[in-house]
């Protein structure tokens, strides 16, 4: 749950710096394209990219069976109570998983997102840099 967590959070701030993209430098556009069904479909694309992505993590996490008794654990009493607990096992050494799970977190979790948040926001900041400039022109302009 936690990577998906983490997935749907990077997703989710990717896809808000767009819909700013959109608000700010394609005004005209925004009636068009920030619909609530393109919103929901969106929305729903970004999950299923955390689903998929938190997919090889699965894989990395086993279930233990604990017994528990007064003096805390032990893992060989058989008559106290028994708790099941997750871990963290060993990752599978197979090259596909390694290659799997190296594509998709590094590229689609850091990579892409972080690349697409600075791209927007740098589109972002040079439109309101060219509106302030033509302020500025119209100030100076009307003064004189």
Request: glycine share 4%.
């Amino acid at each position: 749950m936690t990577f998906l967590g983490q997935g749907g959070s990077v997703y989710f701030t990717t896809l808000i710096s767009a819909e700013r993209y959109i608000a700010l430098c394609r005004p005209f556009k925004v009636r068009v394209w920030c619909t609530t069904k393109n919103a929901l479909f969106a929305c729903t694309a970004v999950f299923a990219l955390a689903i998929l992505t938190s997919i090889p993590r699965l894989f990395q996490y086993k279930v233990e069976k604990m017994y528990l008794n007064t003096t805390g654990l032990n893992f060989t009493d058989e008559q106290n109570a028994t708790a099941w607990q997750w871990s963290i096992s060993e990752p599978p050494t197979s090259p596909l998983y390694k290659h799997l799970n190296n594509t998709l977190l590094i590229g689609f979790r850091f990579v892409l997102p972080w690349i697409a948040l600075a791209v927007l926001n740098i589109l972002i900041y040079l439109q309101v840099l060219i509106e302030f400039q033509k302020i500025l022109n119209y100030f100076e302009f009307n003064q004189i």
